[in-house]
Structures are given as C-alpha cells and as structure tokens.
C-alpha cells in the first residue's frame, strides 16, 4: 500500500503542475506552477494533506495551533485539524486575515485566543517566505509562541533561508525532486 506522502505526490503531478508562462506571488516568471488550492479543497488530497502535514510536526512539543495567511493556509490548516482529530490529536486551527477587520471586533487572527500558545503558520508552497512571515507578525502582536513553519511544497526558492534567517524552524513535507521538477 502506497503511503499518504506518495499518493499526495501522485496527486501533486497528474494535477496541479501547470507548465506554461506564469508570474508567481513575487512577481517571479516561472515556466511552471503548482496549484496547491486546486489540491487543498479537493476530497481525495484534502484526506491527505492532512495526514502528510501531522507527520511532519508530530515531533515538535506543545503546539495547539496551526494556521496562517489566508486564503492558502487556511484548507492546508482543516485538513491537520481534521485528520488530527481522526488520530486522537487536539490541534485547533486559526485563520491571519492580510488586514485587521475593520468592523466586529476588529481581529486579523481569527479562531482560538493564541497568547502564550506554541503554533506553527502552515503554507501550501512557498516561493519568498513572505506569507508565512507576514502571519507570523501578527500573530506575536496576539501573543503566539511561533513553533516553526511548516509548508507542503517548498518550491526550493528564498523561503527557507528567509524564514530560518528570522529565527524560525522551516520544514517542508514534498520538495520540487519529489515533483520531478527543477528549481527556477
């Protein structure tokens, strides 16, 4: 039986690698993208996202919560909490708006109180590391312990030197080899 981390890479290739001409987050040109929201909110990969993400934190202590930038962390963020629950776990999940609200309450983290609590800002890929970093700061403005960040698919960019030069732990589940795909 192939491992979830096997089947998600499967999914990965027939499904979400786009080769053409495209612009990147960054403002990169890239002969290639990975479309990991088509993946994220699909019922077969969703299952597996899930299972691939929780195995590649399972060892790092305390955390209680996962979640970062809308709108790419948020499904990568259900699927742990999700699956984790199928094994027992207890990660919430918390969603970091690019803004403040500017009406209710006025939050730009959403979910559970996070001050003092240990969690980790999820991503689909990352190219700058500029999401991730971006719900890290807010997310100390509410008082979280940052954990480390963890990203499905690392596209072998500035991401983890970026991210690992502020200080935070960077881990990746699939990297662009697994993909059969060359870093741009």
Excluded: C, W
């Excluded at 699927?79 to 207890?90: C, E, F, K, P, S």
């Excluded at 109180?113 to 999820?122: A, F, S």
């Excluded at 971006?134 to 970026?162: N, T």
């Amino acid at each position: 039986m192939t491992s979830a981390r096997e089947q998600l890479i499967d999914l990965i290739k027939e499904e979400a690698v786009f080769h053409g001409d495209f612009t990147l987050t960054s403002g990169k040109k890239a002969s290639y993208y990975i479309d990991m929201r088509k993946l994220s909110l699909d019922h077969r990969a969703a299952p597996l996202i899930g299972q691939v993400m929780l195995d590649l934190i399972d060892d790092i202590d305390g955390v209680v919560a996962v979640g970062g930038l809308t709108m790419g962390a948020d499904p990568i963020a259900s699927a742990i909490l999700h699956q984790g629950v199928a094994r027992g776990l207890t990660y919430d999940a918390f969603v970091v708006r690019k803004e403040p609200k500017d009406h209710g309450r006025g939050r730009q983290v959403e979910g559970p109180d996070l001050n003092g609590k240990r969690v980790i800002v999820v991503e689909d890929t990352s190219t700058t590391g500029g999401s991730p970093l971006q719900a890290i700061e807010a997310l100390k403005k509410v008082g979280a312990e940052i954990a480390g960040v963890a990203v499905v698919v690392d596209r072998q960019a500035p991401a983890k030197a970026r991210i690992e030069g502020e200080g935070y732990e960077y881990r990746f589940a699939i990297g662009l080899e697994d993909l059969g795909l060359s870093p741009q």
